[in-house]
């Protein structure tokens, strides 16, 4: 199953590691998905979705 947030589409990103003489290796970000259940046209649906975005459900919730 790829690495991609449900709900904004967040995927891996990737650049390049700097050591501290500066020597450039490829490394990847990966996104940090989380499994929830939230409620999606009133059901309750699990899903895989970033922390970020599971943080800004919960403020709008809270609301």
Do not use: E, F, Y
């Not at 590691?17 to 998905?33: D, E, G, I, M, Q």
């Not at 999606?40 to 922390?51: L, N």
Request: proline share 3%; hydrophobic share 35%.
């Amino acid at each position: 199953m790829p690495r991609v947030c449900s709900v904004t589409g967040k995927k891996t990103m990737s650049g390049n590691k700097r050591s501290h003489s500066l020597r450039a290796t490829r490394r990847k970000w990966n996104v940090n998905l989380q499994k929830a259940t939230i409620m999606v046209d009133g059901k309750p649906t699990k899903v895989r979705i970033s922390a970020r975005a599971l943080k800004t459900i919960k403020a709008q919730q809270a609301r």
